[in-house]
């Protein structure tokens, strides 16, 4: 029977709620595993589950730094959707969604996925020409999509402005109705608990120090808590990946660490229920269930690890929202955060085998990791097991840049700054 | 942030565009050595605390700067001119 159920619920409420089991166990690290997985946050835990539930291989340490959920996935605008251009980013990040559709059921814990469409919005006639360009080819590849006017538009979010003397009047937008958002922090604990029941150890304030090697073979991590072997070392850190990386003695890798801003408004009733995004410029909102406008924009642009921005971004990405739906002017905002984004020179991920023998690289998410955490599990987990990439995977090599064969999705070339 | 151009005195990073990691060696231009091109146009150093990046004071004297600051606290130490004291000439002053 479901661990989390009416019926848990009933019996609970009737007992003083003396039966809930903590949703992960603490455990002290063991001198070896079959399989390491450093980073705590969704991306390692889902690789976890996936091995486990996937693979049987429950022999497994996720060692996390902080505390769970204290990273990315604690930190982002929660959007998930698969409204790509390129056939190798839509196919992956449409498993993904394929995922979420069912992953609350799968994990007998409510990630609250709630599929309320994201609107990309066009500005002018070229735009929603390409907007439909991208529509097709998503079409094409059995993907959702649909193109929408201005007036169904106004029907869908009465606060917009629609009008001509908009600054940037709205001449359409491309709709995917199966995008939506989900609730971050139940994404992490739901794929926690999930993989502590099959036998992952899930260790946290487990800081990596080094990495163990014989000859060039990983072969294990030192911690804080003490070295751990493993006869396979899978690294999920995200924007840490430079960090972890020079660790292992890889100085050089085709990424830049960059600061990501997140707001977060007063709550309001409800009166947007889609996603939307801003096409002259970059802002995305939606609006929470809590009813507080969560918003975000461009990367500030420069390399950082500090977790925190500059005030350009925040203006920009106030002014677009205002210029979206003026009628937000005397709405303030409470929170404002920032997380790492592990920028690629072609703004899509790296999921692969390798650099060094024993180890295995899943980085490279840019600002867009959240919605592929499922997908990245479930393809990380089995190049780790069967030491080859999924055909899902395949593309997002890390040698790709040596070998001319990018995937960049808006043609911005090695300027991570610009995806 | 503040950036502390050498003509402009500080100003706001608004007026700057960044441009990367300053780390990087450009072959020469008949180079054919295709993982020396590739190392220059793809790899990246990407510390975490001081990193020697360019900068362009693009919304302003439209300098070409070399700027070292920590990426953990954001922390500028020091801001020259990308091609050395040659260009720190008084503004007018002629070759």
């Not at chain 1, 996925?113 to 079409?139: E, I, K, V, W």
């Not at chain 1, 939506?180 to 604990?189: F, K, P, S, Y």
């Not at chain 1, 420069?302 to 106030?318: K, T």
């Amino acid at each position: 029977m479901a661990e989390y159920s009416a019926l848990a619920l009933v019996r609970n409420a009737l007992n003083g709620n003396r039966d809930w089991k903590p949703a992960w166990r603490k455990p002290e690290p063991k001198a070896s595993y079959d399989v390491i997985v450093i980073g705590g946050g969704g991306h390692g835990l889902a690789t976890a589950y996936y091995l486990a539930k996937e693979h049987g291989v429950t022999n497994v340490a996720v060692v996390e730094k902080g505390w769970l959920g204290s990273g990315n996935v604690g930190r982002n605008t929660v959007t998930v959707r698969s409204n790509y251009l390129l056939p190798s980013n839509t196919r992956f990040y449409e498993h993904s969604m394929k995922m979420w559709e069912g992953l609350s059921h799968d994990l007998n814990y409510n990630v609250m996925f709630s599929q309320r469409g994201c609107l990309n919005l066009a500005h002018t006639p070229a735009q929603l020409d390409d907007y439909a360009r991208r529509g097709n080819a998503m079409r094409h590849l059995g993907v959702d999509a649909e193109l929408m006017t201005p007036s169904e538009i106004k029907r869908l979010m009465p606060a917009i402005d629609i009008s001509a003397k908009a600054r940037f009047p709205i001449f359409g937008g491309l709709m995917q109705p199966r995008a939506g958002t989900a609730r971050h922090d139940a994404v992490a604990w739901g794929y926690a608990r999930g993989a502590d029941r099959r036998g992952v150890d899930i260790i946290e304030n487990c800081e990596v120090t080094g990495f163990l090697r014989e000859g060039e073979r990983i072969v294990g991590v030192t911690t804080v808590r003490g070295d751990i072997r493993a006869k396979k070392v899978a690294v999920a850190v995200a924007g840490s990946t430079g960090r972890v990386m020079q660790m292992a003695g890889i100085e050089r890798l085709p990424i830049e660490s960059h600061v990501l801003q997140a707001f977060v408004t007063e709550s309001l009733k409800p009166f947007l229920d889609t996603v939307v995004t801003f096409g002259m410029g970059h802002c995305y909102v939606n609006q929470s269930d809590k009813g507080g406008l969560v918003c975000g924009g461009d990367i500030d642009g420069y390399n950082s690890y500090a977790q925190r921005g500059n005030l350009p971004i925040v203006e920009d990405v106030m002014s677009e929202m205002l210029a979206l739906f003026p009628g937000l002017g005397p709405v303030r905002v409470l929170r404002a955060w920032g997380g790492l984004c592990d920028m690629t020179m072609d703004g899509s991920p790296i999921i692969t085998t390798g650099p060094l023998p024993g180890m295995y690289l899943n980085c490279g998410w840019c600002y867009g990791g959240f919605k592929a955490t499922p997908a990245s599990g479930w393809c990380f987990a089995h190049t780790i097991v069967r030491d080859e990439p999924h055909e899902l995977n395949a593309a997002f090599t890390l040698d790709r840049f040596h070998h001319g064969i990018l995937i960049d999705e808006k043609g911005q070339g090695a300027t991570p700054r610009l995806h | 942030m503040l950036i502390t151009c050498p003509y402009c005195g500080p100003r706001d990073l608004s007026e700057f565009t960044y441009q990367g990691d300053g780390n990087r060696t450009r072959p020469a231009p008949a180079s054919q050595d295709l993982d020396a091109w590739n190392a220059y146009v793809y790899d990246r150093l990407n510390p975490a605390g001081d990193h020697n990046e360019i900068w362009q004071h693009s919304g302003g004297c439209r300098s070409h700067l070399r700027v070292v600051r920590n990426t953990l606290t954001h922390e500028i130490s020091s801001v020259g001119f990308v091609r050395g004291d040659a260009h720190a000439r008084k503004p007018g002053a002629r070759k």
